[in-house]
């Protein structure tokens, strides 16, 4: 099977094990009952917890063809496992899953025969060895976060979380589409609009070789197409890592407080930022909730609560 190439964010890159973004914090700062959520799928964690706070429906997109895989093996595990065994099938900390060959053949009893198809071939690649391919190029481990995923996920606070949830899943459906963000208000197998669109911190990723006269342009472009699938009062919203994590490296302009606001008078939109703890130690992350603004003044006096 074609390996994956670590640096990239392509159609096939390696699977994320775990969100690596504060999911339950900011989902505590928003409101997801009965919300219709269109959301990076990732490692599937967004879309999870989106369903665990009641959110009616969450469509998961993502540019790697492989997060639908990990999705559906999370979503999987989630029903077929128990808490402790899904703790140590992808880890109780970023980096010590075991994808274990045999509580795989648990969690395999609701995969597609596709999806099991893809997993068989992977772990016999690795002689059906889960901690070798979980540390393989086929998955991103984020080591350098230490928060636990317990932390970071709701629905793996607790045993109880962990029932609760798995009791709101059963009833759901789940669906992840390979797309690419750029083609977000022109994709034909994306259906309607949308409360709420978690863009994970992926417009962090999308500047990198653009010059920087056209920095404000590209990314107002993106939002304003990313702003056609919203429904008159949604949002939709982005991660930014502390500036503190940046130690040596540029901030990435999505995440810097004066691009954004130039964005926000260029693109007529109400933004606020929403701060919690952050991935790494004594530090704050925030997300940045942006907003159709309903005056073209540029200065619209934020609404969003
Ligand atoms: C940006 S990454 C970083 C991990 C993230 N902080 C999390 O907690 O999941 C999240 C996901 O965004 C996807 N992605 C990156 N660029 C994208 C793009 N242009 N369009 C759609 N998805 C993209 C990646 O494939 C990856 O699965």
């Known amino acids: 099977m074609h390996r994956p190439s670590h640096h990239k964010m392509t159609s096939k890159a390696p699977m994320y094990i775990y969100a690596t973004e504060m999911v339950s914090a900011y989902y505590n700062c928003l409101n997801l009952r009965r919300k219709r959520v269109l959301s990076i799928t990732g490692s599937g964690d967004q879309i999870i917890n989106a369903y665990l706070r009641g959110a009616k429906e969450v469509i998961g997109f993502d540019i790697n063809q ?16 128990n808490y402790f065994e899904f703790l140590n099938f992808f880890g109780n900390s ?13 969690v395999k009893k609701d995969l597609s ?9 992977l772990y016999k690649e690795f002689d059906y060895n889960g901690k070798r391919l979980i540390k393989s190029d086929y ?24 029932l609760y949830c798995r009791d709101i899943i059963k009833g759901k459906k789940f669906q992840s589409l390979t797309l690419d963000i750029n083609d977000i208000a022109v994709s034909n197998s994306l259906r309607g609009k949308f409360d709420i669109i978690n863009l994970s911190n992926v417009l962090n990723y999308l500047t990198g070789n653009t010059k920087s006269e056209d920095i404000i342009k590209t990314l107002t472009s993106v939002m304003r197409n990313v702003s056609k699938r919203l429904k008159p ?3 939709f919203f982005y991660y930014s890592y502390s ?12 995440s810097q407080l004066e691009v954004i606001d130039e964005i926000k008078k260029v693109g007529y939109f109400e933004v606020v930022f929403k701060k919690f703890s952050g991935v790494s130690f004594k530090t704050f992350d925030r997300v940045n909730l942006f907003k159709k603004s309903e005056n ?4 619209p006096t934020p609404k969003i609560k």
């Not at 492989?66 to 496992?81: D, F, G, Q, T, V």
């Not at 500036?243 to 999505?254: M, S």
């Not at 073209?296 to 200065?299: D, F, L, R, T, V």
């Open 66 to 81: 492989y997060a639908s895989s990990i999705l559906e093996l999370k979503i999987s595990a989630l029903i077929n496992l």
């Open 94 to 106: 970023m980096d010590n899953g075991t994808l274990d060959f045999k509580l795989y053949s648990k």
């Open 113 to 121: 025969n596709k999806t099991h198809k893809f997993f068989l071939a």
């Open 139 to 162: 998955f991103r481990e984020r080591s350098s976060i230490k928060v636990a995923p317990i932390k970071i996920n709701t629905y793996l606070k607790d045993e109880e979380s962990y």
């Open 233 to 235: 009062h949604g949002l």
């Open 243 to 254: 500036p503190h994590g940046f130690q040596g490296y540029k901030i990435p302009p999505a």
């Open 296 to 299: 073209k003044s540029g200065n």
